[in-house]
């Protein structure tokens, strides 16, 4: 059977791929005083899913103090849509994991994100959870949380500042925008796919096709300068 043909009233079907016939209809709108933007679903989902971003809280050391901080009356993070945090993983949009992970937490970290809904994102914040910070060495502690987790955003410091934290999420945002919703960051499984066990992660991640590639993780390497003082206006105190 063939596709469909999208019926709308007044258009004809050849005049949908027909860039002069919309820029015309445009205009007679805007000459009505109607403001029309035209612009693809997927942009506007992303726009929308970048900007309502939802934490699931994972401190576990001193960089959930700096997390805190963001979330204060000084920094704010509600200015950049960040302001609801939750503590359930299938409320959640991403796991910020401040913090040192040890083997005995990383099941339970591992848990909770498999419990999140697709699509997800991770933010490592802190040089433990980048690499195992100072404890690197040490036998309990895990040497970076990508070795459990797929990382999106690496934000270093020990710990880093709150500036660090808003510009590591704001680079997640730009991350989310870019990304193909329909097919893509909501991929549905196939039955062939549930019943070998292959889940979104793997088809994100790329491990077993090679259509699928996941995106490169972002690095914080520094803050710009006009950034930090934008986010953090000197007070009158100081």
């Given at each position: ?15 949908f ?16 005083g ?25 401190a ?5 103090i ?31 994991c ?15 994100y ?16 980048i ?8 036998y ?72 699928r590639?996941?995106r ?23």
């Amino acid at each position: 059977m063939g596709m469909r043909r999208p019926k709308i009233k007044n258009i004809a079907y050849g005049e949908f791929k027909d860039n002069a016939c919309l820029e015309e209809q445009i205009a007679d709108l805007r000459r009505g005083g109607v403001n029309l933007v035209v612009g693809s679903l997927d942009a506007a989902i992303n726009w929308g899913r970048a900007n309502s971003l939802w934490s699931l809280t994972f401190a576990t050391s001193c960089c959930g103090i700096e997390f805190m901080a963001v979330g204060c009356a000084r920094y704010d993070f509600a200015r950049f849509g960040f302001e609801v945090t939750r503590n359930s993983p299938r409320q959640a949009d991403l796991i910020m994991c401040a913090g040192t992970i040890t083997h005995k937490m990383a099941p339970a970290l591992k848990r909770l994100y498999d419990e999140m809904a697709e699509p997800k994102y991770v933010i490592a914040v802190g040089g433990c959870a980048i690499s195992g910070g100072p404890f690197k060495s040490s036998y309990h502690v895990v040497k970076g949380i990508e070795e459990i987790l797929p990382v999106d955003v690496f934000i270093p410091g020990c710990p880093p500042r709150p500036e660090a934290i808003l510009y590591g999420m704001m680079q997640l945002q730009r991350k989310v925008k870019a990304e193909r919703f329909f097919g893509g960051a909501n991929h549905k499984q196939s039955k062939e796919e549930a019943l070998q066990g292959v889940s979104n992660e793997v088809l994100a991640c790329g491990k077993r096709s090679s259509e699928r590639q996941r995106r490169a993780p972002i690095v914080i390497e520094h803050v710009p300068e006009d950034f930090s003082a934008a986010v953090n206006p000197e007070t009158e105190n100081e």
